[in-house]
């Protein structure tokens, strides 16, 4: 999948519980998104960056923050996760503000 | 505010036929257009795009989509199914003023191609 790892693959957690997921890209591309897919949803975009300590806000951001310290890397942290949380989440990246390419994506359970 | 419509949840075609799988979109000003298919447990794949150009659009694996501005539409069709096809296909919509990221997807739609 392009050079994009995702981990963990799949995560159970508890409701109130701290959860980081990972995304590492080895193809030195600028953008890094977040989504959350779910059905009857589609995809819908969590958060994005743009560059190192570059980010901002997608449609569906609150519960959620990010980081990108490296190009390399960005990972999403839910505080304090809830049910509402549960999904599966998939990293994009992309070199031009054309296409996406996605990583395999999380399995996350908050029960 | 862009959106991205697919109405048909689901598609069902025989192998060999000709399958089309819907979209339509709202954008202001002229629209970058996508389609990329999922098969399970798996991330999206890009399919092809429209930015410019020819209505139609050639893609990976046979596809081929047509941007028709009057009917605000860009279908996802292809001249003769296979099995293989069967997967979940998503269309999204950009403004091109927004970076990729801030693509609209729809809510996607099953294709399956049946022997």
């Known amino acids: 999948d392009a050079g994009i790892t995702q981990s963990p693959r799949h995560k159970v957690t508890e409701t109130g519980t701290p959860v980081t997921l990972r995304c590492h890209q080895t193809?030195?591309?600028?953008?890094m998104y977040w989504y959350r897919q779910d059905p009857g949803h589609g995809l819908r975009l969590i958060h994005y960056?743009?560059?190192?300590?570059?980010?901002d806000k997608g449609e569906v951001s609150d519960g959620y923050s990010v980081s990108r310290s490296k190009t390399e890397d960005f990972l999403l942290t839910l505080e304090s996760a809830t049910s509402s949380q549960t999904s599966v989440y998939f990293c994009?990246?992309?070199?031009?503000?054309?296409?996406?390419?996605f990583g395999s994506g999380t399995q996350l359970s908050v029960l | 505010a862009q959106s991205v419509a697919q109405p048909e949840d689901q598609v069902n075609v025989a192998e060999g036929n000709p399958l089309t799988v819907k979209c339509t979109y709202s954008?202001?000003?002229?629209?970058?257009l996508f389609w990329y298919v999922q098969y399970p447990n798996r991330g999206l794949q890009f399919l092809l795009k429209y930015i410019t150009g020819d209505n139609l659009v050639k893609g990976s694996y046979g596809f081929e989509a047509e941007f028709n501005k009057s009917q605000t539409s860009f279908h996802l069709k292809k001249p003769s199914a296979l099995v293989s096809d069967s997967a979940l296909y998503f269309c999204a919509v950009r403004d091109p003023n927004t970076n990729a990221g801030k693509s609209t997807f729809g809510d996607g739609t099953t294709l399956t191609v049946k022997p």
């Open positions: 954008v202001s000003g002229n629209p970058y």
């Open positions: 994009a990246i992309s070199a031009t503000n054309e296409k996406l390419f």
């Open positions: 960056s743009y560059g190192v300590k570059d980010t």
């Open positions: 193809e030195n591309h600028r953008y």
